[in-house]
């Protein structure tokens, strides 16, 4: 089993910016995906960023530019810095974990940002 706790959500202007932390706990697996989805209201859960434990990164074309995605391996830590924010951006953002050995997926809880006009 993997925990993860999202943290760093919030309200915020068009234009400005958030970072994003989650942090990892349990049976976390050397090679594994780790990223951030995001749901908007009455929409589906979608990738917003990706990176696997060696470090390649994969953006959803909304956020490439904008966003970037990190990870610390020694810490645990997966983090999401969120630039130039759009009213269009606000959603719960899940953090998620991936082994893709046994093809097991983990869920924070989520964490909700908002991005007022």
């Known amino acids: 089993q993997v925990q993860l706790v999202e943290s760093g959500g919030g309200l915020v202007q068009a234009g400005g910016s958030l970072r994003l932390s989650c942090a990892a706990s349990?049976?976390?697996?050397?090679?594994?995906?780790m990223g951030w989805y995001r749901q908007a209201p009455g929409k589906q859960r979608e990738l917003v960023a990706t990176?696997?434990?060696?470090?390649?990164?994969n953006y959803a074309d909304s956020v490439k530019g904008r966003c970037t995605v990190s990870r610390d391996n020694a810490k645990k830590m997966v983090y999401l810095q969120m630039n130039s924010l759009k009213p269009e951006d606000t959603a719960v953002y899940y953090c998620?974990?991936?082994?893709?050995?046994?093809?097991?997926?983990?869920w924070g809880q989520g964490t909700q940002v908002t991005v007022s006009s």
């Open positions: 990176i696997t434990s060696g470090g390649n990164t």
């Open positions: 349990g049976l976390i697996v050397s090679i594994n995906v």
């Open positions: 998620n974990f991936y082994n893709p050995l046994l093809r097991v997926g983990y």
